[in-house]
């Protein structure tokens, strides 16, 4: 099964850190809280949001640098299922609320930022919840995903 869509993972990084990304930021200063980290798999829905949740990966995308860190968890995942790419639009509307982390994700498009910072849980997730209603968008989460599609 061949599934497309736009998807959000909530993180949460539980302590400041430095992190290096690629060559985009050899020192990116993060303040522990939770980032909304905006993409899209219009080919690979499942694999891609399994790569996400995996520990293992080779260093490809802004978020894998992210993700590797020790201190990092996935908490959440809200993803629609659909031939529409959102993304950009799902992070033009959740950085209302948040702070942008400048070009971070976002080298394949015009936006400022594919990831979000917010201080608590509860605002990364109603905010990524309402965006998808902005945008008329019915969309599901992580336990949807374990439950529903992932590979046993």
């Given amino acids: 099964m061949t599934l497309k869509g736009s998807y959000c993972l909530i993180i949460h990084l539980k302590k400041n850190e430095n992190i290096k990304v690629g060559s985009?930021?050899?020192?990116?200063?993060?303040?522990?809280?939770?980032?909304?980290?905006?993409?899209?798999?219009?080919?690979?829905l499942i694999p891609r949001i399994n790569?996400?949740?995996?520990?293992?990966?080779?260093?490809?995308?802004?978020?894998?640098?992210?993700?590797?860190?020790?201190?990092?968890?996935?908490?959440e995942v809200l993803f629609n299922i659909s031939n529409n790419k959102i993304e950009c639009k799902l992070a033009k509307k959740i950085s209302e609320k948040g702070m942008e982390i400048p070009k971070f994700g976002c080298s394949d498009c015009e936006c400022n930022?594919?990831?979000?910072?917010?201080k608590n849980y509860?605002?990364?997730?109603?905010?990524?919840?309402?965006?998808?209603?902005?945008?008329?968008?019915?969309?599901h989460n992580l336990n949807y995903f374990k439950n529903k599609l992932q590979k046993k």
């Fill in 24 to 44: 985009l930021y050899s020192k990116l200063k993060l303040n522990k809280g939770y980032y909304v980290y905006i993409g899209s798999a219009m080919n690979s």
């Fill in 51 to 75: 790569r996400h949740l995996s520990q293992e990966k080779k260093l490809h995308w802004h978020i894998d640098y992210l993700l590797k860190n020790k201190n990092t968890e996935i908490e």
């Fill in 113 to 118: 930022s594919h990831l979000i910072y917010f």
């Fill in 122 to 139: 509860e605002d990364a997730n109603e905010n990524i919840k309402k965006a998808f209603n902005y945008l008329n968008m019915d969309y």
